[in-house]
């Protein structure tokens, strides 16, 4: 066996940081778990709480406002195969969880990403804290999260919105820049306040691409919420990871086809939603400041 020169000793310091904030601030973390336990128990409730057709009818009626009866009739074909294939409770348990996850990761990555556009220092000091909650590995914010949590739903919820949310907080950030500087002069020679030139000019003229934020944020949190049901966080991660263990095929396909059919729906909505921003808006402000 090769000896090394030196060995940093990383993990014993991710151990250690992990223990001071286990011993420091465990109220905290009970607090956070509480909010989203919460959190979770309200979606869940409102998504597997009415009957199915209920609910299917729901889903089927925002796919239509975002694209028109095609999408929503897809949706219901979609939905029908996993009541079909007796995936409901679960795919509602796993939609509650992507719901949850996502909005805490827009609530807190539109506003970092919005600061980080504003100040070229934020946006530095950002990027490589970016760059490491996308390219480490998804497995690996399962373990201090459940050491902080313990297993169940927070785990799974916080790994998730630590996965998902750098594509918020990025896109927010070039969404913001590429707005045409000559509009902003226009804003500031009319005399508006920066914050109103971010409420009526940089946000509506950047909103297609947050949208592609969000779009990505919420593909990410199903690929990460079926990923959780290894520390039992409930859903279809759940059936996937049983099917593993006990090379169910049948299962697991059935919990697959679910998650995939939440994903096209999701997907279809959500990018359709960012094709219908206020484009007209967009020009007219365009138009008046020329």
């Given at each position: 066996m090769n000896e090394t020169l030196f060995r940093l000793p990383v993990g014993e310091w991710a151990d250690a940081f992990v223990d001071v904030l286990t011993d420091n601030l465990d109220r905290v973390f009970d607090v956070i778990g509480t909010g989203v336990d919460t959190l979770f128990d309200g979606a869940e409730l409102a998504l597997a709480g009415p009957a199915p057709w209920v609910v299917a009818l729901a889903l089927a009626a925002a796919a239509f406002f975002a694209k028109g009866w095609r999408l929503a009739l897809g949706s219901l074909v979609g939905l029908a195969v996993i009541?079909?294939?007796?995936?409901?409770?679960?795919?509602?348990?796993?939609?509650?969880?992507?719901?949850?996850?996502?909005?805490?990761?827009?609530?807190?990555?539109?506003?970092l990403g919005v600061w980080a556009a504003r100040n070229g220092h934020v946006s530095r000091a950002l990027r490589p804290v970016l760059d490491f909650m996308q390219t480490m590995p998804a497995f690996v914010y399962l373990i201090p999260a459940v050491v902080l949590f313990r297993v169940g739903v927070v785990p799974?919820?916080?790994?998730?919105?630590?996965?998902?949310?750098?594509?918020?907080?990025?896109?927010?950030?070039?969404?913001?820049?590429?707005?045409?500087?000559?509009?902003?002069?226009a804003g500031h020679a009319f005399g508006a306040t920066p914050g109103r030139i971010l409420r009526q000019i940089?946000?509506?003229?950047?909103?297609?691409?947050?949208?592609?934020?969000?779009?990505?944020?919420?593909?990410?949190?199903?690929?990460?919420?079926?990923?959780?049901?290894?520390?039992?966080?409930?859903?279809?991660?759940?059936?996937?990871?049983?099917?593993?263990q006990t090379v169910n095929i049948g299962l697991g396909v059935e919990a697959g086809l679910s998650v995939v059919i939440l994903a096209m729906i999701l997907d279809r909505v959500t990018a359709?939603?960012?094709?219908?921003?206020?484009?007209?808006?967009?020009?007219?402000?365009?138009?008046?400041?020329?």
């Open positions: 009541y079909g294939v007796d995936q409901w409770e679960n795919a509602m348990s796993t939609l509650a969880l992507v719901l949850v996850a996502s909005l805490i990761a827009v609530a807190v990555g539109i506003p799974g919820v916080v790994a998730t919105i630590i996965f998902a949310m750098a594509p918020g907080v990025r896109l927010t950030e070039l969404g913001i820049r590429q707005v045409d500087s000559e509009v902003v002069e940089q946000l509506p003229l950047a909103l297609p691409t947050i949208m592609a934020g969000l779009n990505q944020v919420i593909m990410l949190a199903l690929s990460m919420v079926v990923i959780s049901g290894m520390v039992g966080a409930p859903g279809l991660g759940q059936d996937v990871v049983q099917a593993l359709a939603l960012g094709d219908r921003a206020p484009v007209a808006k967009a020009l007219r402000v365009r138009a008046a400041s020329d």
